[in-house]
């Protein structure tokens, strides 16, 4: 019985990370998104064993899980309090909706998700139709050859006149929301430069950088096979998990331990070496690109979720930014901005001391050795109601609230 019982448990830990033989896709009916307490340093451990998914990938007072019927118990019986977020991960699933593609430029295209190759489309069109102050830019590709394709947005003094903006989205590819908000920032930067005072000071002041999926094999994986996977598409020689944490493999205290994990199969797994993964490099360069033309004004990578903005440093909790009351400063009128949008509200600080520590990280390493003046995380709604599957109807009030936060930032940087 023992035996079998270890076997389960094996079973359990690589579910989520090994490619499917037929690459089926998941079918998570049934399935219960569950936030868990427990004690010791071994809880976590134990319960990403028994989980389908990891929810919250740090060192949090509570983590949330993806459960599959039969292991729920044996999840429970590990916590000293455990509440269901949700009794069918599936139904959630479906309550995003199916892919659409509407029009564009036309903001009924924030009303759903889409696919990747539609998001695509996307830029291309915005981009077409503002030829005179936007461009396609590239950073890379991805493991299976995908281009990470993004826009360049600039006014007054021509293309790459100002100090820069940039921003990246759908790092973690399970974080469709992201691709929607970044979207949005370049769709309210363009179509609203002639008409809108505050949007066209702060175009002719920066020059916008917005790549919206900068792990695109890991998105598709998620329309095609597994909408909860986090990770990129890279396979270990010594493995048979699958996946780089991309926000774990930037080449600034890559090596430092407790913000990452060295096992392939985990989901903030940090690679062989710094920026071994390809789409690392891609944006990595990018950064250095453009620190090395005008510098970086201020850096953003949106995430999902729990309502955070966050900046350096995750590597060390003890540590804070040499311009850290600015960095405060800033976000908190963002959050005030958010709030003010339809009441959401945000929580601020520090990324190591305010959420959990996190090493080889965008942020720190943007900060550092990027030289940007500032660099944020965001996480976007929700706080675990929905996760990352917020439903299609949240789309709308997230990205306009985001905007509102984005805005306030670009007016004090």
Request: glycine share 8%; proline share 3%.
């Amino acid at each position: 019985m023992k035996s079998l019982f270890l076997s389960s448990l094996l079973l359990s830990l690589t579910l989520a990370n090994v490619v499917p033989k037929a690459e089926q896709k998941v079918d998570y009916s049934g399935f219960k998104a569950l936030r868990v307490k427990g004690k010791g340093k071994d809880f976590e451990s134990q319960v990403e064993k028994l989980a389908a998914h990891v929810l919250t990938c740090g060192k949090g007072e509570y983590v949330d899980l993806v459960v599959s019927p039969d292991q729920v118990d044996a999840v429970t019986a590990l916590a000293t309090d455990s509440t269901v977020l949700s009794n069918d991960v599936g139904a959630m699933l479906a309550s995003e909706g199916e892919f659409s593609a509407y029009a564009v430029p036309s903001e009924t295209w924030f009303t759903t998700y889409h696919s990747y190759n539609d998001h695509l489309q996307f830029l291309r069109d915005l981009q077409a139709g503002y030829t005179s102050n936007s461009a396609i830019i590239t950073a890379g590709t991805s493991v299976q050859g995908r281009t990470l394709t993004g826009i360049q947005i600039w006014g007054s003094g021509g293309r790459g006149s100002k100090p820069a903006i940039l921003i990246h989205g759908t790092v973690h590819a399970r974080e469709w929301i992201t691709t929607m908000t970044t979207e949005y920032f370049a769709w309210q930067l363009l179509t609203k430069y002639n008409s809108d005072a505050a949007i066209k000071a702060v175009v002719d002041k920066f020059d916008f950088y917005i790549m919206p999926i900068v792990n695109p094999d890991g998105f598709v994986y998620t329309q095609t096979t597994d909408r909860l996977w986090r990770k990129n598409r890279q396979t270990v020689s010594s493995s048979s998990c699958v996946g780089r944490d991309i926000n774990r493999n930037w080449p600034y205290k890559w090596e430092v331990t407790g913000g990452a994990s060295t096992s392939p199969c985990s989901e903030t797994y940090k690679g062989l070496a710094p920026s071994d993964a390809p789409e690392n490099r891609g944006l990595v360069s990018q950064v250095q690109s453009l620190k090395n033309s005008r510098g970086i004004r201020l850096y953003l990578d949106i995430h999902s979720y729990g309502q955070y903005i966050l900046w350096p440093y995750g590597y060390n909790c003890n540590l804070r930014a040499e311009n850290d009351a600015a960095h405060r400063t800033i976000a908190s009128a963002a959050a005030t901005a958010i709030r003010g949008v339809f009441g959401t509200a945000y929580t601020i600080g520090p990324s190591c001391s305010t959420l959990y520590a996190t090493t080889g990280s965008s942020t720190d390493y943007t900060d550092v050795t990027g030289n940007a003046t500032y660099s944020y995380t965001y996480e976007l709604r929700d706080k675990g109601t929905n996760g990352f599957v917020l439903p299609a109807s949240q789309i709308q009030p997230t990205v306009r609230e985001t905007w509102a936060g984005l805005l306030s930032m670009l007016q004090r940087v």
